[in-house]
């Protein structure tokens, strides 16, 4: 059973910096493309960022490149979404999932975590 679990969230004034991590179990992250989502209240989920399995590309959404960056620790299991720069619009709750391979950009995702609330304070 593949299980998800986020951490790291919490509250953090604007220009700050957050690290989120995804601890997986039952799937090896560096065989499987994991991406982080994020939804705001009100709003529809959305993509965040992606970290391809193997070579660990990563690619990001426009409204986040430069200030946030994926990361994997293959020897835990775990992938990081490193945060900084925070603007209030940051504030959401953030998943992450894990995919199929090989279905980049189309990755197909069929694994969510429960999610972290992150809050960026002005």
């Known amino acids: 059973q593949v299980q998800l679990v986020e951490s790291g969230g919490g509250l953090v004034q604007a220009g700050g910096s957050l690290r989120l991590a995804c601890a997986a179990s039952g799937r090896t992250v560096s065989t499987y493309p994991m991406g982080w989502f994020r939804q705001a209240p009100g709003k529809e989920r959305k993509w965040v960022g992606t970290i391809s399995e193997s070579a660990g590309r990563t690619y990001y959404a426009d409204a986040v490149k430069g200030r946030f960056t994926i990361s994997r620790d293959n020897a835990k299991n775990m992938v990081y979404l490193h945060m900084n720069s925070l603007k209030p619009e940051d504030t959401a709750v953030y998943f992450c999932?894990?995919?199929?391979?090989?279905?980049?950009?189309?990755?197909?995702?069929?694994?969510w975590g429960q999610g972290t609330q992150v809050t960026v304070s002005s």
């Open positions: 999932a894990s995919g199929s391979p090989g279905t980049w950009p189309l990755v197909e995702y069929d694994y």
